[in-house]
């Protein structure tokens, strides 16, 4: 049983092909009706859906999988992750496509990537195939909440795991929970990509040389609301981070990687305290595909003068061309125009291609669910 269950639940146990897993009735609040929902209106915000998935950690082994329409979560008010930051999370999408099977896209690469952030924390490491069948049980169960094709909306996933082991002083968890939920979330873009605005802020660092920036920890974009708040208000989409060791070099923009082209080349930070995106890795191998030469290397600030385009990329908005760079101490700023660049448009194209079917999935990235 669970720890940080309810006392009072229904259980029962079904099979779907040789794999059992355990459903349990929580009290919750109803989904939205279906027919209320406008998808093209929909922002990157929760929507209760029909259940989710967990596993628990409990003396030395993980639990079979549970399946619970339970949004909530009942834990010791010494549980490890309120206290001393031992929490984790992963983002994907499952998109329904033109042909109207749905796919989830590089969902074995979150997990793999879970595994990493999950053993920088000592926490119990998943399999991949946990986390992989957790994500597709999840979105087989709560197919109604899919988007349909051509809205531009797509069901986004979260798997999120965190340390419930209760004690006063630090030290790794022994017990852990591992939940994978799912909402329908809104193109990022609702009138079609266009540029933003960033500002360079060196008065914060997101993460310092040899500590978590590479791997998906809460900690990490906690550090970032202060200068994020600080930019908005400012009136800019977001916030580019340089190197903390010597603010020489970019590193992050946002939640997201940075790239800039020019002279035929896709040139992307490469640092130790940068999160190895998955939306990046997918950009550099298309980017390969349109015949420009891939960099992963140090970027001086400086060189944002050179760029013909640069962007941000990540899960949420796939690419968001940067069109404007405002550098708040030096107030020196980067101007790319207003117009999305010709390589970011083909990038942003060919990868959404592929996340909705409607081009050859080469590298198999893609799993079709349904």
């Known amino acids: 049983?669970?720890?940080?269950?309810?006392?009072?639940?229904?259980?029962?146990?079904?099979?779907?092909?040789?794999?059992?897993?355990?459903?349990?009735?929580?009290?919750?609040?109803?989904?939205?009706?279906?027919?209320?929902?406008?998808?093209?209106?929909?922002?990157?915000?929760?929507?209760?859906?029909?259940?989710?998935?967990?596993?628990?950690?409990?003396g030395g082994k993980w639990s079979d999988m549970e399946i619970t329409a339970d949004e909530y979560i009942r834990m010791h008010m010494s549980a490890s992750c309120l206290h001393y930051g031992i929490e984790l999370f992963e983002g994907l999408k499952a998109f329904r496509g033109v042909d109207g099977k749905v796919r989830l896209f590089r969902v074995e690469d979150n997990a793999r990537r879970l595994q990493s952030s999950a053993k920088r924390l000592c926490l119990p490491v998943p399999t991949v195939e946990m986390v992989v069948e957790a994500c597709k049980e999840v979105v087989r169960r709560n197919e109604r909440f899919i988007p349909p094709y051509g809205t531009g909306a797509s069901f986004y996933l979260r798997p999120v795991m965190f340390g419930t082991t209760v004690g006063l002083g630090v030290k790794p968890a022994k017990d852990a929970l591992l939940i994978v939920y799912g909402s329908p979330v809104g193109a990022y873009f609702k009138t079609g990509i266009k540029p933003i605005m960033v500002a360079i802020d060196r008065e914060q660092d997101r993460a310092a040389p040899r500590g978590t920036g590479d791997v998906k920890v809460g900690g990490n974009y906690a550090a970032s609301l202060l200068s994020g708040e600080k930019g908005h208000k400012m009136g800019y989409s977001n916030i580019m981070y340089l190197d903390a060791a010597e603010h020489k070099y970019i590193e992050e923009c946002g939640a997201a990687n940075f790239f800039g082209i020019k002279d035929g080349k896709y040139i992307t930070p490469k640092s130790p305290s940068v999160l190895p995106s998955i939306t990046n890795m997918s950009l550099r191998q298309i980017a390969r595909d349109m015949g420009l030469v891939v960099e992963e290397r140090h970027i001086p600030v400086e060189e944002l003068e050179s760029f013909e385009e640069c962007g941000a990329c990540g899960t949420a908005a796939v690419i968001s061309p940067i069109g404007y760079i405002y550098d708040m101490q030096t107030e020196k700023s980067y101007d790319y125009g207003d117009e999305v660049g010709k390589n970011c448009m083909e990038l942003y194209t060919r990868l959404q291609d592929i996340q909705y079917g409607r081009a050859e999935d080469k590298y198999d990235w893609c799993t079709v669910v349904l």
């Open 1 to 58: 049983m669970f720890p940080v269950f309810r006392r009072r639940m229904r259980r029962k146990y079904v099979v779907f092909g040789m794999k059992f897993f355990m459903e349990t009735d929580g009290k919750t609040l109803k989904p939205k009706n279906m027919e209320t929902i406008e998808w093209g209106a929909l922002g990157f915000d929760y929507t209760k859906t029909d259940v989710n998935a967990r596993y628990s950690f409990t």
